[in-house]
C-alpha cells in the first residue's frame, strides 16, 4: 500500500508539470487519460482490479500507474503505441465471451466508443496522470484567449478559453435588477429591498456592482448564507438523531459558524478551531464551541443498545464527515474493506478514527453540555465562586470564639446523653448484596457505601446479626456524599426511591420468616412519596427525599408488629428494592441499626452514631477521624454560624440560576483515548484487529515521524497544509457550485476516481491556489468569484448553447435555480415584512401542524410553536429534528442532517405546493404583505399590483400579468364582499395581530393576490 | 446500460430542442433514458407522472402493488408464528451457552440468560396446517393464503438501527427505502394521490418511535418520498386550504399562478416551469382525492364488520380498509405500521392486545383484496424489524435478529407454506435463512426488477435497496 501511495503522490507531482501546462491548448481529440480513460476503468475495472487487496483478482491492478503498465506473465497489461499487443484492450474487445472484461454477469458492457476510447489512447502512446485531486497544487497559467476585452478577472479567462474554443460566445451580462436579486440571495440568502434595487439601477457609478458586493460580503446576513451551507455538511441538528431523537443543546456551534464567515475567520483556522479547538494551546470559550463540531453526529439513548457498538458508530460517523467536509472522499467505504475505487484502506479508515479517540463520551444515554458563558457572566460566576469559597473557608474554621463554643457544647452534649438511653444501636451487616450487580461495602465509619454498577432498578439484601433478646424496629439511615451527583444520596441524579421493604428473621435451620412491620416512620418525605409507600406491596410507589434538590442526610424506622427474639445465632434479612420508574434511584451510602426499646421515635435532634461514639469516647483517647468529624458536625450545627450558613445557601441558589440561564453546547473534552482497532468487515465484536495509531490516510501523508501519539489538532492541521491538495479544491468547488448552480467537478462529493474530472481542471486549480494563498480568506474568494463576468452572465442564453451544454458545463451563461427550503420561507417573510432579522440564539418553533410528532416517544412530546417575534426568524433557526423535520422544509428538500450533505437533491413536487398555498405562515405573510399593499401601494389597483410585483419580484408587471392579477383581484372582491365571514376568516390567519382599520374585503382580495405572488415560480427561483 | 445511453442522449437533446415540456411526446421516454439518472443527478422536469426507469421491466411482474404490515417494536416468532415446545420443557432453565455466548443482546446485557416458554398454544391452521398461535385466529383463517417464512434474520439488535435496515437494507442513514426505489423504479400509477403512503397506528406496548427516515427517498429526489397520511385531522401536512378561501378560491389562485407561470414558461428556457405547474395542478387534485380516500362512510356495513372498524379513526382495521382503498386507486406502496410491538416485559399481555388490533384487520385485508381479484397482484408483507429472544427478560423478551418470522402473501407468493425454520429454541434461523436483504431481492423480483439492476449513482457508487447482498428466494415464488 504504501509504495502504492509514494507512486502515486511522485508519478503524480510528474504528471502535473505537464498536465496543467498543457491542457488548454491540447487538440480536442487526444486522448487524456485523467478525463477519459480512468472513469472507464473506474467505473468497470477497479471493483475487481482496483485498489481493494481482498477481491483484487488475478494479482492485477488498474488504479496505480505500475499495475498498468506491469508485465503479467510475458503479456503487457498496457503496452504504449501497441493496442493488439495490451491485455487490457485485448480483454475489452475479444469476441470470446469467457475472456470478456468485463465479465458479462457483472452486469457491466463497455460501449464500442469507450472501447476505442482505451484503443487511441493506447495507440497514442497511453500517456498515465496521476488522479488529477491528489496532484499537488499549483498555480497554471492564464490562457490566451481571442476576445481579450471581456472578463474582470483570471476566472473569466479560463471560462472564455473554453467558450471559445466550443465556438461559443459568453451570454450578455445580466440586468442590474437580475443581479441584485441574484448577488442578494447568493450572498445573504434574501431578496433585495425595493428600494436598493431602484437605487442600483439609478446609480451611475461604473463600480457600483463592486460596491454592492462589498456592502453584502459586510452585512452580518452573509455569515447566515454561508452557514446555511456549512450547517448541512457538519450534520448540524437541535436532536440527536437515533431512536427517541431527543433535543440537545449545540446552537452556540451555529452562532460560532455564522460569526465565524462575518468575521472572515481564515479557513484555516476555521478548520483546526473546529477539529481541535479544545486542544489548542490557546483555547478560548469560543474555540472549544467550535469543537462542538466533533460532537454533532447521531447519538442514542435507547434501552439496550450497545456502548461498545455504539462509540465505534459514532467514530465511523466522524471519519465520514471528515471525509466528506474536508477531503471530498467517501471514506466511509473503508469501514469493512479497502476502498474500492479510492487508494483508502481499512487502515486508513480506522487511523483517522483513531483522531478522535480522545474524545470523551458515553456510548448510550443522555448527553450533558459544558457552558458557554458571555464574558459578564463568567465575571458573575467568579463572583460568586468566591464568595462561596470564602463561606465554605468561613464553616471549616475554628475561630478562637468557635473553639471555646465548642468546648462549651461538647461538655453540655454528654451531660445531656448522661441522662438519656441510647436508643439505636448500629448495627453491622453479616452480608450484603446487590441483585443489579452494585458493589456494597462497608466502610471504615460504619457506613455502607455503593460503587461499580447502579442498574436501573436494584434490590439490596442486608443481613443483620440479631442477638438482642429484644428487638423492636429497625432504622434506616439514607447518607449524602460528596461524590454522588449534586452531593446527593444516591448514584442517579442524586435523589433515591425505595420501593419496598420486608423483613424476614432468619434462625439457623429454618427458613425465614416475615417479620410484620405495624408502620413506617421517617425524619421527611418528598411531597407525593410519603414513607408509607414501602410498606404498600407496589412496586412502582416509593419513599423519596428530594434528594437531587435538597441532598440532606435522612433516616426512617420501621416499627414491628410484635417485638422480635433475638439470639445469638438468629439473622433478620433485610430487602430493600428500588424498582420505581425512577431508574438508577438506588440507595447510595446508608446505615443500619436496631433497638429495643418500646417506643422507638425518629428524634431529629438525635446525633449521628459516629459522632455518638466519638462523644462517648474521652476526648484524649480519640483518634483523629473522630475528632474531625466531631470539629465538622459541630461547626455544621452551632447557631454562630448560622449567618454564613444562610449566605452560602443563598449565594448557591443564585449560583444555580445563573448556571441554569447560561446556554450550553456539546463541547469537545478530551481525555485518555480509546483503543482504536482495525475492525475486520466493520465487525464491532471482532477484536481481533490491529490496533492503530492517528494518524492521514497513507497515500496522501508520509507516516509522522516518531512514537509520540498525533492528536485532533495535527489532523487539522494537516487537513489545512500545503502537504494536502484536497481540502483547497474541494471548498472552491462547492463555493462555485453554490453561486453557479454546478461545480466545476460536478460530482461535490467524491474527488476520488469516481468523481467526475472536472471540466476546468486548471480553473478549479487556480481557485484552490489563490484561496490558500491568500491566508485562506473566504471573502476574497467569494469577491473574486461574484464579480467575475461570468456569475454576471444572464441565465438566458442562445438556444444553440441550450441545446449543446444543456447542464451549463461551460458557464457561457448563468444559471437559474430554486432558492433552497430556508431562502424559501426567508424570502416570503421579507416580501410581507414579517421577516425578523435577529442573528444566532436558541432555536426557534413556527407553525407546524398538529400531530405532527405523535410518532415520536420516549418521551412523548408536542410541538409548542414560539410566540411573538421567534415565529419569523430565518429559516435558519428553525429547530432541526432530525427525524421529523418540520415538513416545510422537507418538502423543499432540506436534509434531515442524519449524515453530513454536499448538496441537495433538488425535487418539484405537489407537496411543494401545498406548502406555500397552504401552511399558515404563508398565508399569514401573505395577509401581511397584503396590508402592506394596502396602506403603501397606492390607491388604485394597478398601482397597488405594480407595488406589490416589484416588492416581490423587484421589476414591473408585464401586462399580461397584471391582466391575471387584476382579474384574480376583482373575482376574489366580489366573492369576500358575498361572504364577509369568509374574509374574516382568511384575515385570522397567523398570530401577527389583525388590522383592524382596513377593509375586510379589500384585505382578504389582497390577500389572495399576495398568495398567488408567494406561489410563483419567479419568487422562488434566482436566476 | 450503455447502449441505452446513446439512445438516451439522442433523446435528451431533441428533448431540450422543444420549448415546452408538453409538446413532447418524446419526453418522458427521454427522462426515464435520461443519462443524468444513471450518473445519479436530479431527474429532468418532465409535466407527466414519472414513469420510472425499470422500463422494460427485467422479468414478468406478479406484483403492481404492495402493502407492507409493518409490526414495530419486535413482534416475537415465538408467540405468533414459530411454536417451541422444547423451549417450553425448559421453561425457567438456564440458556444453553452453546447458542449465546459470543452473541449480541441488547436489555439483557450482564444478566443471567434463562429459556421462557412461549406463552400462546398454537394450532394448525386451513388446508396447509400451518401453525399459527392462538391469539390470531382470524389470520388462522387466512393460513392457506399466506407463506409463512420462519428463518428471517437481520443485522441491528436495536429499534431505530434495525427499522433503517429492514427500510432501507442498510443500518446507515441516508439511503431510500424501498417504497421509494419502487417508485423510482416503476413511477406510480396514480396521478392524484402519491405513489408511496404510509399510515401509523399504536397501542399494546411501549409504542416505539418510528422515524421519518424510515419512509425518506434517502439520496434519492424527495418526490419519490412516502408521505405519511395522519389517520386523524388532516391526513397530509397543508392539505386544507387556508380559512376563508374555499374550493373556488383556491381554484382562481392556483389557475392565476399557473397562468403567470406559463407566461414565465415561454419567456424563459427552464422545463422546472412547466413541472410546476404540472404539481399545482396534482396539489389541487390532492385536495379533493385524500379527503375522499379517507372518507370511510362510503363503505357499504359489511365491509366495514370486515374490518371491524366504524370509520377512519387511525386504528389499524381502519387503516387497513384505507389501504385497500389505496391499493384500488393506484397507490403503489402502502406501509401499515403498529407501534405496540416492544415487548420486554408482560409480553403475554401485551400481545393479547396487540393481536386483538391487528388480528381481524390483517386477515380482512386479505380476504377484501381477495375477492376483488387484487390479491393475485398485491404483495403483501408482515412482520418487523427483529423478532424476541427465547430468553425471559422477567416476564417477557428481549430484542433479537438471529431468527424471527414474518410472512407474505399475494402476488406470486406461494400459498399455504412454511419457509424456513429456527433451531428447536428459536434461537437461530437454521434451515434456509433469509436475510433482510433476500426479502427484499425477493420483493423486486416479484415487481419485474432484478434487484441487482435497479440502482442509482450517489457519491461514485451505484447504490442498490440490497446494498452488497441480496438473494432471490425462489423457493417461496409461485
Known amino acids: ?1023 | 446500460m450503455n447502449s441505452l445511453e446513446l439512445l438516451q442522449h439522442e433523446l435528451n437533446r431533441r428533448a431540450f430542442l422543444g420549448r415546452t415540456a408538453r409538446g413532447l411526446g418524446g419526453l418522458a421516454l427521454a427522462s426515464l433514458l435520461d443519462p443524468r439518472l444513471l450518473r445519479g443527478e436530479t431527474p429532468p422536469a418532465t409535466d407527466g407522472p414519472w414513469p420510472g426507469v425499470a422500463r422494460p421491466l427485467h422479468f414478468p411482474p406478479r406484483a403492481k402493488r404492495a402493502i407492507w404490515l409493518y409490526m414495530a417494536g419486535g413482534p416475537s416468532h415465538l408467540e405468533t408464528f414459530d411454536p417451541k415446545p422444547r423451549l417450553a420443557e425448559l421453561h425457567g432453565q438456564p440458556m444453553p451457552k452453546s447458542f449465546t455466548e459470543g452473541q449480541q443482546v441488547a436489555q439483557l446485557q450482564g444478566q443471567e440468560l434463562k429459556c421462557f416458554a412461549p406463552q400462546f398454544a398454537f394450532q394448525r391452521c386451513g388446508q396447509s396446517g400451518q401453525q399459527i398461535s392462538t391469539q390470531f385466529p382470524q389470520l388462522g383463517r387466512i393460513a392457506d393464503d399466506i407463506c409463512i417464512v420462519r428463518s428471517m434474520h437481520t443485522d441491528q439488535i436495536n429499534h431505530d438501527t434495525a427499522h433503517t435496515v429492514m427500510n432501507t437494507g442498510s443500518s446507515i442513514a441516508g439511503r431510500p427505502s424501498m417504497g421509494s426505489w419502487l417508485l423510482y423504479g416503476l413511477g406510480s400509477e396514480s396521478e392524484d394521490l402519491p405513489g408511496f403512503v404510509v399510515l401509523i397506528s399504536s397501542g399494546g406496548g411501549q409504542d416505539q418511535p418510528v422515524a421519518q427516515r424510515q419512509w425518506h427517498s434517502g439520496f434519492l429526489p424527495s418526490r419519490f418520498q412516502g408521505v405519511h397520511f395522519r389517520s386523524t385531522g388532516e391526513a397530509v401536512s397543508y392539505l386544507a386550504n387556508p380559512p376563508g378561501v374555499g374550493d373556488s378560491g383556491q381554484r382562481r389562485v392556483i389557475d392565476a399562478v399557473n397562468r403567470l407561470n406559463a407566461l414565465q414558461r415561454d419567456r424563459i428556457h427552464d422545463p422546472e416551469i412547466a413541472t410546476r405547474i404540472s404539481q399545482y395542478e396534482m396539489a389541487f387534485r390532492m385536495q379533493t382525492s385524500v379527503p375522499e380516500l379517507m372518507d370511510l362512510s362510503q363503505e357499504p356495513d359489511h365491509i366495514l364488520d370486515l374490518y371491524g372498524t366504524r370509520g377512519a379513526d387511525g386504528s389499524f382495521a381502519a387503516n387497513c380498509l384505507l389501504a385497500r382503498r389505496m391499493a384500488e386507486r393506484g397507490v403503489r406502496f402502502i406501509q401499515l405500521y403498529h407501534r405496540g410491538w416492544d415487548h420486554h416485559g408482560g409480553i403475554k399481555k401485551g400481545i393479547e392486545i396487540v393481536s386483538s388490533h391487528v388480528d381481524r384487520g390483517c386477515a380482512a385485508l386479505l380476504t377484501d383484496l381477495k375477492q376483488r381479484g387484487m390479491l393475485e397482484d398485491t404483495l403483501v408483507i408482515w412482520g418487523g424489524e427483529f423478532g424476541r429472544t427465547p430468553m425471559a427478560q422477567g416476564d417477557g423478551r428481549d430484542h433479537h435478529i438471529k431468527g424471527f418470522s414474518m410472512w407474505l402473501a399475494g402476488a406470486g407468493i406461494k400459498p399455504g407454506m412454511t419457509y424456513g425454520a429456527t433451531d428447536e429454541l428459536g434461537y437461530n434461523a437454521v434451515e434456509n435463512p433469509v436475510h433482510v436483504n433476500d426479502l427484499h431481492a425477493t420483493a423486486l423480483r416479484l415487481f419485474g426488477i432484478d434487484h441487482l439492476r435497479l440502482t442509482y449513482r450517489f457519491q461514485g457508487r451505484d447504490f442498490r435497496l440490497t446494498d452488497i447482498a441480496g438473494r432471490v428466494v425462489g423457493d417461496i415464488l409461485a
Open chain 1, 1 to 1023: 500500500m504504501k509504495n502504492c501511495g509514494k507512486s502515486i503522490l511522485s508519478a503524480a507531482a510528474a504528471a502535473a508539470c505537464g498536465l496543467l501546462a498543457t491542457a488548454w491548448s491540447e487538440a480536442a481529440d487526444r486522448v487524456r487519460f485523467n478525463r477519459d480513460i480512468r472513469p472507464i476503468l473506474s467505473d468497470n475495472c477497479f471493483a475487481c482490479h482496483g485498489p481493494d487487496a481482498a477481491t483484487r483478482k488475478a494479482r492485477l491492478r488498474l488504479d496505480t500507474r505500475e499495475g498498468l503498465f506491469a508485465d503479467l506473465s510475458g503479456d503487457a497489461v498496457v503496452a504504449p503505441g501497441r493496442p493488439a499487443a495490451s491485455l487490457v484492450f485485448q480483454r475489452v474487445s475479444t469476441e470470446d465471451a469467457d475472456d470478456l472484461m468485463p465479465p458479462p454477469k457483472s452486469g457491466k458492457i463497455l460501449t464500442p466508443a469507450q472501447r476505442e476510447t482505451i484503443r487511441t489512447w493506447i495507440e497514442q502512446g497511453a500517456k498515465w496522470e496521476g488522479h488529477w485531486a491528489y496532484l499537488p497544487l499549483e498555480r497554471p497559467a492564464l490562457p490566451p484567449v481571442t476576445n481579450a476585452d471581456w472578463g474582470h478577472n483570471p476566472i473569466d479567462r479560463f471560462i472564455l478559453a473554453k467558450i471559445e474554443q466550443e465556438g461559443f460566445a459568453p451570454a450578455a451580462e445580466a440586468d442590474r435588477r437580475t443581479l441584485i436579486r441574484r448577488l442578494s440571495f447568493d450572498l445573504a440568502g434574501l431578496p433585495p429591498s425595493p428600494d436598493e434595487t431602484e437605487a442600483f439601477v439609478a446609480d451611475p457609478d461604473p463600480a457600483a456592482y463592486e460596491r454592492l458586493v462589498d456592502r453584502l460580503l459586510a452585512s452580518p446576513h452573509f455569515g447566515e448564507r454561508l452557514a446555511l451551507y456549512w450547517l448541512d455538511l457538519v450534520r448540524y441538528a437541535d436532536t440527536d438523531g437515533f431512536h427517541a431523537d431527543n433535543y440537545r443543546s449545540v446552537w452556540p456551534y451555529r452562532d460560532y459558524v455564522i460569526r465565524a464567515f462575518n468575521e472572515n475567520k481564515p479557513f484555516d483556522q476555521f478548520t483546526v478551531e473546529q477539529l481541535a479547538g479544545d486542544l489548542l494551546p490557546d483555547a478560548t470559550v469560543e474555540t472549544r464551541v467550535a469543537s462542538t463540531y466533533n460532537r454533532l453526529g447521531r447519538s442514542t439513548e435507547e434501552g439496550g443498545a450497545q456502548p461498545k457498538e455504539y462509540l465505534l458508530k459514532y467514530a465511523a460517523d466522524r471519519v465520514r464527515s471528515v471525509g466528506s467536509v474536508w477531503l471530498g472522499s467517501t471514506t466511509g467505504c473503508a469501514e469493512c474493506h479497502d476502498h474500492k475505487f479510492d487508494p483508502y484502506t481499512m487502515k486508513d479508515f480506522y487511523r483517522l478514527a483513531a483522531f478522535f479517540a480522545d474524545v470523551q463520551e458515553q456510548g448510550v444515554g443522555k448527553r450533558e453540555g459544558s457552558p458557554v458563558p458571555t464574558a459578564a457572566q463568567s465575571a458573575e460566576l467568579a463572583r460568586l465562586d468566591d464568595q462561596l469559597s470564602r463561606d465554605e473557608q468561613a464553616l471549616k474554621t475554628f475561630t478562637p470564639g468557635l473553639r471555646v463554643a465548642f468546648a462549651e457544647w461538647e461538655q453540655a452534649t454528654l451531660e445531656r446523653l448522661a441522662d438519656e438511653q441510647p436508643a439505636w444501636l448500629p448495627t453491622e451487616p453479616a452480608s450484603l448484596t446487590s441483585s443489579g450487580g452494585a458493589n456494597l461495602e462497608r466502610q471504615a465509619d460504619g457506613t455502607i457505601l455503593s460503587s461499580g454498577a447502579n442498574p436501573p432498578r436494584d434490590s439490596y439484601t442486608v443481613v443483620l446479626p440479631a442477638r438482642l433478646p429484644h428487638l423492636t424496629a429497625l432504622r434506616l439511615e439514607v447518607l449524602t456524599h460528596p461524590e454522588f451527583p449534586n452531593h446527593g444520596l444516591g448514584r442517579g441524579n442524586g435523589n433515591i426511591v425505595l420501593s419496598e421493604v420486608t423483613i424476614a428473621l432468619h434462625r439457623s435451620g429454618s427458613d425465614p420468616v416475615p417479620v410484620p412491620i405495624a408502620r413506617a416512620i421517617a425524619d421527611f418525605s418528598q411531597n407525593g412519596w410519603p414513607i408509607e409507600n414501602v410498606l404498600d406491596g407496589k412496586p412502582e410507589t416509593g419513599w423519596a427525599v428530594a434528594g437531587h434538590e435538597k441532598p440532606a442526610d435522612h433516616q426512617a424506622a420501621f416499627i414491628f408488629e410484635r417485638p422480635v427474639a433475638g439470639d445469638p445465632d438468629a439473622e433478620l434479612v433485610l430487602t430493600l428494592r428500588h424498582e420505581s420508574a425512577h431508574e438508577r434511584h438506588n440507595i447510595g451510602r446508608f446505615r443500619v441499626s436496631l433497638t429495643g426499646v418500646e417506643a422507638p421515635t425518629l428524634d431529629p435532634d438525635a446525633l449521628p452514631a459516629d459522632i455518638l461514639a466519638a462523644l462517648q469516647t474521652a476526648s484524649d483517647a480519640r483518634p483523629p477521624e473522630q475528632n474531625a468529624a466531631l470539629e465538622s458536625h459541630f461547626l455544621a450545627i452551632t447557631p454562630q454560624l448560622d449567618e454564613v450558613r444562610a449566605r452560602l445557601a443563598a449565594t448557591r441558589q443564585a449560583r444555580k440560576e445563573l448556571e441554569a440561564r447560561i446556554p450550553t453546547t456539546l463541547m469537545t473534552v478530551a481525555g485518555e483515548p480509546r483503543i482504536t482497532r482495525v475492525l475486520p468487515r466493520g465487525n464491532w465484536m471482532d477484536e481481533s484487529g490491529e490496533i492503530v495509531q492517528p494518524a492521514p490516510p497513507e497515500f496522501l501523508a508520509e507516516a509522522p515521524p516518531g512514537d509520540r501519539r498525533q492528536t485532533r489538532l495535527e489532523l487539522g492541521r494537516w487537513l489545512v497544509s500545503d502537504d494536502n491538495p484536497l481540502t483547497p479544491r474541494v471548498f472552491v468547488n462547492r463555493l462555485w457550485r453554490l453561486f453557479h448552480g454546478v461545480g466545476l467537478s460536478k460530482n461535490v462529493t467524491d474527488f476520488g476516481a469516481q468523481g467526475e474530472w472536472p471540466r476546468h481542471p486548471e480553473l478549479l486549480d487556480w481557485l484552490a491556489v489563490e484561496f490558500r494563498d491568500s491566508g485562506w480568506d473566504v471573502k476574497h474568494l467569494v469577491r473574486l468569484l461574484v464579480t467575475s463576468a461570468t456569475y454576471r452572465q444572464s441565465s438566458e442564453a442562445a438556444a444553440e448553447v441550450v441545446r449543446r451544454d444543456p447542464y451549463n458545463r461551460l458557464h457561457a451563461r448563468q444559471s437559474r435555480f430554486r432558492l433552497g427550503a430556508e431562502m424559501i420561507r426567508d424570502n416570503a417573510l421579507a416580501v410581507s415584512g414579517l421577516l425578523i432579522e435577529d442573528i444566532g440564539g436558541p432555536s426557534v418553533k413556527p407553525y407546524q401542524p398538529a400531530g405532527y410528532w405523535d410518532q415520536l416517544n420516549f418521551p412523548k412530546r408536542t410541538w409548542e410553536a414560539d410566540q411573538g417575534q421567534a415565529l419569523y426568524r430565518r429559516g435558519l433557526y428553525v429547530f432541526w429534528c432530525r427525524t421529523f423535520l418540520h415538513p416545510s422544509l422537507l418538502s423543499f428538500d432540506a436534509c434531515t442532517r442524519e449524515e453530513g450533505s454536499a448538496e441537495r437533491t433538488p425535487s418539484n413536487t405537489p407537496l411543494q405546493a401545498l406548502t406555500l398555498l397552504n401552511d399558515p405562515i404563508f398565508v399569514e405573510a401573505a395577509r401581511v404583505f397584503a396590508e402592506r399593499i394596502l396602506r403603501e401601494g397606492g390607491d388604485q389597483p394597478e398601482a397597488r399590483l405594480a407595488w406589490a410585483v416589484r416588492q416581490t419580484l423587484g421589476r414591473a408587471p408585464h401586462p399580461a400579468e397584471t391582466g391575471i392579477l387584476i382579474d384574480l383581484y376583482q373575482s376574489e372582491r366580489e366573492r369576500y364582499a358575498a361572504d364577509p365571514e369568509a374574509a374574516k376568516a382568511l384575515s385570522s390567519v397567523g398570530r401577527a395581530p389583525a388590522s383592524e382599520d382596513l377593509p375586510p374585503v379589500e384585505l382578504a382580495a389582497w390577500t389572495e393576490v399576495a398568495r398567488t405572488l408567494i406561489n410563483l415560480d419567479e419568487t422562488i427561483v434566482r436566476n
